[in-house]
Nanobody, 115 residues
Framework: VQFMESGGQAVHPGVSLRFSCSPSGFPFRKYLMAWYRQTPVKAREFVAVLGGASTVYQDYADSVKGRVTISRDNAKNTVYLQMNNLNFEDTALYYC????????WGQGTQVTVSA
């Protein structure tokens, strides 16, 4: 199993970013897919989740609710995270994984929000 995240960059507050993740090694459309994030001083935390074959189910962490949208393209085996109005607290390494997560993680994609 592999996870390949992309889309992170250094930005100013208020900017929007979209992350992409293209996992391999399992039947993508069957699984809940989620985004997580981690900083050097905080444990990895849940950000958002989206249902598999049925994409009706969604949930978001309170810290990002209203600013973030998770989506997926099962034909492309890709899950996305759209983050709007980024703030300093969004600075982190962002990962995708199943929910619950597998033991294997990707390299993540770094987002740094600074003035």
């Amino acid at each position: 199993v592999q996870f390949m995240e992309s889309g992170g960059q250094a930005v100013h507050p208020g900017v929007s970013l979209r992350f992409s993740c293209s996992p391999s090694g399992f039947p993508f459309r069957k699984y809940l897919m989620a985004w997580y994030r981690q900083t050097p001083v905080k444990a990895r935390e849940f950000v958002a989740v989206l249902g598999g074959a049925s994409t009706v189910y969604q949930d978001y962490a309170d810290s990002v609710k209203g600013r973030v949208t998770i989506s997926r393209d099962n034909a492309k085996n890709t899950v996305y995270l759209q983050m709007n109005n980024l703030n300093f607290e969004d600075t982190a390494l962002y990962y995708c994984n199943q929910l619950p997560p597998l033991e294997s993680w990707g390299q993540g994609t770094q987002v740094t929000v600074s003035a």
